[in-house]
């Protein structure tokens, strides 16, 4: 045990100095900073990096830290739902998400009304329909020009649709230009899943093997010779990826699973959710090391993972300065 050590601010601090003044808190505050200094050590290079996204992040505002993590290389492959991918493309198309105004939040929110308006809406989002032609028509075209007579995973669809886009700040376009491989196993519930099955249904070759990429994923991860996981809420994404270790081999020196990992979530195992699963019950699976790092932070993840992020450059800018 140790005494509690409160953190102290001061004007002009930087993220890392208040993160790192966590460090003798409880709570979130001590998971936090947990969580910080388990990413910084997961930044050798020999560690593999996953990241799981669940839940609507990208409309909530996270898809430019997403996008930098990739660019930057602090994320080497990425595990996300169809969701996050849809509303990517449609920000690199050029529309918008929209956020609800404060002011605005008191006041009942009419959504026949705004079923009437032609728009639709996430918790305090709302984005046009007219957004949703657009992506229609742009994956119209990325279908087209895909070959009729061969089959595609996943991850290699996902793929064409990145190099078909030319925002900078998308993730999808990002991933691309990293070489930063995109797996989403639950495509199918999403507009991009809808769309596919669409132009099928127009007669049209469009073959795509839904288990390609599990081979893909856990050849990344049996190749690793350290690997860790960034949780961003929980799913599809964080089962398709934990599952990996259970085909695994061990290592020479007996490894198993995860040897970091961090799980940002708002869900409590109680009610035996994977997104409230606990990394430790990960341990009964061999889904996480015996020896692992690894950290839990109860928090909304779109104030958590900027913290995080920001904390961990300034960690390493730092280190490049000292060189």
């Known amino acids: 045990m140790h005494a509690i050590k409160g953190v102290k601010t001061w004007g002009g601090m930087t993220v890392d100095e208040l993160v790192s003044g966590m460090r003798g808190c409880a709570f979130g505050a001590g998971r936090l900073a947990k969580a910080v200094d388990i990413y910084e050590e997961m930044l050798n290079e020999d560690t593999t990096k996953f990241i799981t996204i669940a839940g609507?992040?990208?409309?909530?505002?996270?898809?430019?830290?997403?996008?930098?993590?990739?660019?930057?290389?602090?994320?080497?492959?990425?595990?996300?739902?169809?969701?996050?991918?849809?509303?990517?493309?449609?920000?690199?198309?050029?529309?918008?998400?929209?956020?609800?105004?404060?002011?605005?939040?008191?006041?009942?929110?009419?959504?026949?009304?705004?079923?009437?308006?032609?728009?639709?809406?996430?918790?305090?989002?709302?984005?046009?329909?007219?957004?949703?032609?657009?992506?229609?028509?742009?994956?119209?075209?990325?279908?087209?020009?895909?070959?009729?007579?061969?089959?595609?995973?996943?991850?290699?669809?996902?793929?064409?649709?990145?190099?078909?886009?030319?925002?900078?700040?998308?993730?999808?376009?990002?991933?691309?230009?990293?070489?930063?491989?995109?797996?989403?196993p639950a495509i199918a519930d999403s507009m991009i899943g809808l769309h596919a099955w669409i132009y099928k249904q127009m007669k049209r070759g469009l073959h795509v093997d839904a288990f390609d990429d599990m081979k893909e994923l856990t050849d990344i991860f049996c190749d690793a010779e350290h690997t860790g996981a960034i949780i961003l809420g929980g799913g599809v994404p964080k089962n398709f990826l934990l599952q990996t270790a259970l085909v695994a081999p061990a290592r020479a020196d007996g490894r198993e699973g995860f040897d970091f990992a961090i799980q940002i979530t708002t869900d409590t195992p109680e009610n035996g959710s994977l997104s409230g699963a606990t990394l430790e019950e990960a341990k009964s699976w061999g889904k996480i090391g015996r020896d692992a790092k690894a950290v839990t932070v109860y928090c909304d993840a779109t104030i958590a993972l900027p913290v995080l992020f920001a904390a961990v450059q300034a960690r390493s800018m730092n280190r490049s300065a000292r060189r």
């Open 56 to 184: 609507a992040l990208v409309p909530a505002g996270m898809r430019d830290v997403i996008a930098e993590m990739v660019r930057a290389r602090y994320v080497d492959v990425i595990i996300t739902t169809g969701a996050n991918l849809v509303h990517d493309i449609i920000e690199a198309l050029g529309a918008h998400h929209y956020k609800i105004m404060e002011e605005e939040s008191n006041i009942k929110i009419d959504d026949l009304e705004l079923r009437e308006q032609s728009m639709a809406r996430i918790y305090d989002v709302v984005v046009h329909d007219a957004a949703f032609a657009q992506l229609e028509d742009f994956l119209r075209a990325v279908f087209e020009r895909m070959n009729p007579d061969r089959s595609y995973s996943i991850r290699e669809v996902i793929e064409l649709i990145g190099a078909n886009l030319s925002d900078a700040n998308s993730i999808l376009k990002s991933a691309v230009d990293a070489d930063v491989p995109v797996f989403c």
